[in-house]
């Protein structure tokens, strides 16, 4: 499957912003979605995460009250809304897509469980 991340932008703290992603090539329904971020000298980090279905949903603790992951299977596109937007928040934004069987609840926080990766949007929050 190949990604497509769209959305970030600059915008102000409190600000709003949407990151989009859009899949194509294969069936987008057969991988669960995560979104990960990576700042300047940092390592990737989870962000969150959609089961194929849309029915469960997880988020970092940062990212909890504040961001909202969705998707939509039927247009090949998952969401991230993200609301209250810190300047901590300031990262490149990746979807990625992820398949087959895994064998440990918490595979989804581990980057290298996922076998696609969108090219990163970046969002920057100015304070």
């Known amino acids: 499957v190949q990604l497509q991340a769209s959305g970030g932008g600059l915008v102000q703290a409190g600000g709003s912003l949407r990151l989009s992603c859009a899949g194509s090539?294969?069936?987008?329904?057969?991988?669960?979605m995560g979104w990960f971020r990576q700042a300047p000298g940092k390592e990737r980090e989870f962000v969150s995460f959609?089961?194929?279905?849309?029915?469960?949903?997880y988020y970092a603790d940062f990212a909890k009250g504040r961001f909202t992951i969705s998707r939509d299977n039927a247009e090949n596109m998952v969401h991230l809304q993200m609301n209250s937007l810190k300047p901590e928040d300031t990262a490149v934004y990746y979807c990625?897509?992820?398949?087959?069987?895994?064998?440990?609840?918490?595979?989804?926080?581990?980057?290298?469980?996922?076998?696609?990766w969108g090219q990163g949007t970046q969002v920057t929050v100015s304070s």
């Open positions: 990625a897509a992820a398949s087959g069987f895994k064998t440990y609840s918490t595979w989804y926080l581990n980057p290298l469980e996922y076998g696609y």
């Open positions: 959609v089961r194929l279905t849309g029915d469960r949903t």
């Open positions: 090539g294969d069936t987008f329904s057969r991988y669960g």
